[in-house]
């Protein structure tokens, strides 16, 4: 099957490759490696390091996880930006209704929304009880900023399915379980495809490279959950492009660069 990908959105392949390659380059600066994409996946590339060719796959760890993630984060974020240079005079509510898309955090999207939502509390701030705002809308849903009362001092989140920090982590491994056998399910359905390319049950040399869409989780955390995952040994390695960050991305410049962890290795030297 060749690839589509929608115009405008984040390539998490060319994030996760790099990630990848750059986290193996830390771990030993001087072993080759080369790579290409595959343009009939599967795999999504083929990555030679040390004289060993392996087959890379790349897969999202998507559900309401990530949404209700991006929801805290989110409001986290707004709740930074208004006390930077405010005392928050009441308390508010950002209400999300139905399933908006939310801008990926550190975006200039993300920067906006967040801005602008501090810009509506401090305009509300003097406003009667009940007043609301639209801070965002699109096809999908959409956000409100209410004034909830004059007492008080804070910016709460309600009206959406979001999960506390704590929960979030909880559902890890078995979201962890739950893509780890979709992806081997989609290989026994295209084996002798795989076959074709090399890619033998015998010989497992498959890597596979998990994507945290909305950038949430953190390095321990995910190595923490994995703990309680099994049943992955048929894979070479699992990898995890975890956390967003700054960093640049060295093989697409016009990708986000993202830092990144082994979960599992059949070679120590990765782990």
């Known amino acids: 099957m060749t690839k589509r990908r929608a115009p405008n959105r984040i390539n998490e392949e060319y994030v996760c490759i790099d990630s990848f390659i750059q986290h193996l380059k830390e771990i030993d600066s001087g072993q080759v490696i080369t790579y290409c994409e595959e343009p009939e996946d599967p795999p999504d590339f083929w990555v030679t390091i040390a004289g060993v ?8 760890i998507v559900a309401d996880y990530d949404y209700d993630a991006s929801c805290n984060k989110l409001i986290k974020d707004i709740r930074l930006e208004y006390g930077t240079n405010n005392i928050i005079k009441g308390k508010y509510a950002l209400t999300i209704r139905r399933r908006p898309d939310i801008p990926r955090r550190r975006t200039t999207q993300w920067r906006t929304l967040v801005s602008t939502a501090a810009t509506k509390i401090r305009e509300m701030s003097n406003a009667p009880c009940g007043v609301e705002s639209r801070l965002f809308e699109d096809a999908n849903g959409y956000m409100v900023i ?11 989140l309600c009206g959406t399915t979001a999960k506390w920090e704590g929960e979030v982590q909880g559902e890890l491994p078995q979201l962890f379980k739950k893509a780890i056998e979709k992806k ?3 290989f026994k ?3 002798e495809q795989l076959e074709k390319k090399g890619v033998l049950d015998w010989d497992p040399t498959i890597i596979l490279v998990f994507y945290d869409a909305y950038g949430y989780g953190y390095i321990e955390d995910a190595k923490q959950a994995f703990l309680k995952v099994q049943d992955y ?3 070479h390695s699992i990898f995890l492009a975890v956390s967003s960050s700054n960093m640049p991305n060295a093989l697409y410049p016009d ?4 830092r990144g962890v082994f979960l599992y290795s059949k070679n120590k030297q990765w782990r």
């Open 146 to 156: 209410q004034k909830m009362s004059a007492q008080g001092s804070t910016i709460r």
């Open 53 to 60: 060719t392996y087959a890379v796959e790349v897969t999202s």
């Open 233 to 235: 040994e048929w894979l």
């Open 184 to 186: 081997r399910e989609g």
């Open 189 to 191: 359905k295209k084996r």
């Open 255 to 258: 990708t986000p660069g993202r």
